[in-house]
């Protein structure tokens, strides 16, 4: 492991990303990385809705969470780094779970995406660290 300020990262990521998907990677992450966060968010304020209110904030709140592994499946898709295509499986998980309406169990597997595309950012950043851009 490669020791970087205060973060370990595997030495997988310098050695074999280019500065192009560095760049990309670094993008796509901290944008995921806000829109997961404010997910998490609405998930938790989801469960202290009224029961009548409830159906229709699940709908919307599964419509935006299918919206966000979308964004997650472009970054995979572009990039290839391998956290976005961990971020996106522990989302599927977290949308199963609100459909079962298990709000806590889905906001930890946010919490676990939200740690995956923190991992893809930090990564990218030491790439683009490493090659005098920052």
Known sequence: M?????????PQY??????????????FAERAKSELII???????????????RPGGKRM???LLEAVRSELEFAWKGTEISDFRRAINL??????????????????????????VTT???AAWQVIEANGLI
């Open 2 to 10: 490669l020791r970087i300020q205060k973060y370990l990262v595997s």
């Open 14 to 27: 310098s050695e074999s990303m280019d500065l192009k998907t560095a760049v990309k990677g670094y993008q």
């Open 39 to 53: 997910s998490s968010q609405l998930t938790i304020a989801l469960a202290g809705f009224p029961d009548a209110e």
């Open 61 to 63: 709140l599964v419509l």
């Open 91 to 116: 989302l599927s998980e977290s949308i199963s779970t609100v459909e079962s309406e298990n709000y806590g169990v889905a906001s930890l597997k946010m919490s676990e995406s939200i740690s995956a």
């Open 120 to 122: 893809a950012a930090q």
